[in-house]
């Protein structure tokens, strides 16, 4: 059983931001910002190509009010929200799990950069996408 399993078992304790049927939010331990929230759906899967629909419109309508909450309780001026996929992206643990992180300046514990890769050919990218 996975960690995230765990603490929505309640095998393991955690500081409960939002709890209904389908999805738990929770404080990170690892607070990269003040208010750093995690939010989970309580039926495993391991990322957001594994996940079903159902459970992720769940996830999508629990999002944008949580999101609110916590930046204007928190006083944030903004916040990401990112879920990374897969460990190449960055994901250490293997459940599907999406951060709330506000943001107060651009001072915060957190970068994220966009670099510019070598140029694509658009039209060949959009072929491979589409199959």
Do not use: W
């Amino acid at each position: 059983m996975c960690i995230f399993c765990k603490i929505i078992a309640g095998e393991i304790p955690s500081a409960k931001v939002y709890e209904d049927e389908y999805v738990l939010a929770i404080l990170d331990i690892s607070q990269v910002t003040y208010g750093h929230t995690l939010v989970l759906p309580k039926k495993h899967c391991t990322d957001i190509l594994d996940v079903d629909q159902e459970t992720m419109m769940h996830i999508a309508s629990i999002l944008p009010n949580l999101s609110k909450k916590i930046v204007s309780n928190t006083k944030a001026l903004g916040c990401n929200i990112l879920s990374n996929q897969g460990e190449v992206a960055g994901q250490t643990v293997n459940h599907l799990h999406f951060h709330i992180i506000p943001r107060y300046g651009s001072d915060d514990s957190i970068v994220i950069n966009f670099n510019e890769s070598k140029k694509q050919d658009l039209d060949e990218v959009l072929k491979t996408i589409k199959g």
